[in-house]
């Protein structure tokens, strides 16, 4: 089963045609995604098209589509606390890869 890559940030945002060249990616949030990464995901599980989601940019038979953005900040009070254990444990492991890396290269 294929895993969609969805991409977001100030990167993507500022180039979404460029990065949509990437046919590895299946869409781009532009801007804010706190919400917008769950509104993708109840689609992806529901087997819903993204295609009425506001604030992103997709691929469909190699046509880019850009979708309005949403006005406005995101309500982040409504979004759950992070799991920060998970987030210290998946660190410490990539700071040992990262090193291991480092080491070999020098």
Known sequence: EEIPV???GAYVSSIPEYALKNN?????IRF????TIIEIADCIK???PIENTLGISYKINNKIFHNPSKSG???ISKLPVPAWHLI???LNY???ILSK???NCT
């Not at 590895?24 to 781009?28: T, V, Y």
């Open 6 to 8: 969805i991409w977001g």
């Open 24 to 28: 590895d990616i299946f869409c781009i």
């Open 32 to 35: 804010f995604g706190e919400e």
């Open 46 to 48: 529901n087997n819903m």
């Open 73 to 75: 900040l995101p309500d």
């Open 88 to 90: 210290k444990e998946n």
């Open 94 to 96: 990539n700071q040992k």
């Open 101 to 103: 890396l480092i080491l």
